[in-house]
């Protein structure tokens, strides 16, 4: 007998897995589990992904719901991982405790490369092993190297199609095909999931989606503040005078305070949601003429699902801001960047060459990774050599077109040099 479990730490990932099951994607097992992981930084007062309003909607599809923070309490699910001489021990345990028996294990885990999807991955030992992915991140690189043990036990990439004819980069260095989970099947979830939302306010005309970039340490609370305010202005200056604000539900509370009173400045009618519902679910039931974010997947759903008009804001400043180069939010800032038009600054042209972007972005980020891109990545070098994205020291680390004169190419392939240049770096720590 096979059981299959199928880990979510967010709504948007449960009906991933839920239109996926519809769809046909997973062959059919004795038992399914839900098993629901909490990543907030403070789970105790954070609803989980089963107490999400809507989520009844998608319970049938698994026999099961389990809670992985539950488990392995009084531990937080994205800081522990179990020892290796312990891995048999919570296998053991686990089958105890979640009654598998002998049954037959096959993993459905988002974030591979880190935990608590790699824990998980690492206590079933040899078992097979499906991710899924829903958000841009999937067409970047693997953000790290994943131990063979587990990368190699990987059958393949479920995604969702939203940038239409490119493909995922993530996992490919282990031979990882990449399989779309159908459209239709997901607005299906999406519509069931609106039909059971709470009352929501008026229509707006315009939705600003917020972020938390300042609890990952990108902006500042200030910075990010500015941001959202950027935001409300381009929307009001498009003639937009009912604009709704939906938070992230870690952001604090003053965001929509300061957004309020800027609201008052511009004298236009500002809703601030506090209600914990998909972006998608506010798509399908007040269909907003104009959708603004940074860099959020909801932008790409908006567009390619439900064919509403969105524009990105702030982007420029995240991509010089992203630190270090290889930060899995690279990929997602650069395709908002090259694909969405501007709040303020209106329609722009599409990238000359989207793929080839990904590549040498992709390999910039994990060259090690992807050896295999270096001649994608130069040739779009070549004839790009100005491009937005890329940045000249990583390009001189590389020892990529555009990070040193044609006269000095050389230098970064000459072994004396780096020799140099490494007995230089060791005095100057010894100084500090």
């Known amino acids: 007998m096979t059981t299959q479990i199928f880990c979510a730490s967010t709504l948007y990932g449960a009906a991933t897995l839920a239109a996926a099951l519809d769809a046909g994607c997973f062959a059919p097992a004795y038992r399914r589990i839900l098993l629901v992981t909490n990543n907030a930084s403070t789970p105790e007062i954070t609803p989980a992904v089963d107490e999400m309003p809507g989520f009844e909607q998608l319970r049938h599809h698994f026999d099961d719901v389990l809670s992985w923070n539950g488990t392995i309490a009084p531990f937080h699910p994205g800081g522990w991982s179990p020892r290796p001489d312990d891995v048999p021990l919570w296998e053991r345990h686990l089958r105890l405790l979640w009654n598998l028996g002998t049954d037959d294990i096959e993993l459905a885990v988002e974030s591979l490369q880190v935990n608590p999807a790699l824990a998980i991955a690492q206590i079933f030992t040899g078992v097979p092993v499906d991710v899924y992915a829903d958000g841009l991140m999937s067409y970047g ?16 990439l479920l995604h969702l199609d939203l940038v239409p004819g490119l493909k995922p980069l993530l996992l490919t260095e282990f031979g990882v095909g990449p399989e779309v989970v159908p459209t239709e099947q997901f607005l299906k979830v999406l519509t069931q999931l609106a039909c059971t939302a709470p009352e929501l306010p008026n229509s707006p005309t315009a939705l600003l989606l917020g972020q938390y970039l300042s609890a990952l340490s990108i902006l500042t609370p200030e910075e990010e503040e500015q941001l959202h305010v950027r935001m409300l202005r381009g929307a009001a200056g498009r003639g937009h005078h009912r604009i709704m604000f939906k938070p992230h539900p870690s952001a604090p509370a003053r965001y929509s305070r300061a957004l309020e009173e800027e609201a008052v400045k511009l004298g236009v009618e500002l809703t601030v949601l506090d209600l914990p519902v998909l972006a998608e679910v506010l798509y399908e039931r007040l269909r907003p003429a104009l959708v603004v ?5 909801a932008l790409f759903t908006a567009r390619e699902f439900y064919g509403l008009e969105v524009a990105r804001t702030g982007t420029d400043l995240l991509l010089e801001r992203l630190t270090p180069y290889e930060n899995s939010n690279r990929i997602p800032v650069t395709l908002t960047d090259a694909l969405l038009p501007d709040l303020e600054a209106g329609p722009t042209t599409t990238a000359p060459d989207l793929e080839a972007l990904l590549k040498t972005v992709g390999f910039m980020m994990q060259p090690q990774l992807h050896p295999l891109l270096r001649p994608t990545a130069e040739r779009h070098l070549t004839a790009h050599p100005s491009t937005r994205y890329v940045k000249r020291r990583r390009l001189m680390a590389l020892a990529l077109p555009g990070g040193l004169p044609a006269q000095l190419a050389f230098l970064p392939r000459n072994a004396t040099t780096r020799r140099m240049v490494r007995q230089v770096r060791s005095l100057r720590r010894a100084l500090q």
């Open 293 to 297: 974010g940074c860099f959020s997947t």
């Open 141 to 156: 690189p693997t953000r790290s190297k994943i131990d063979p043990l587990v990368g190699t036990r990987v059958r393949r």
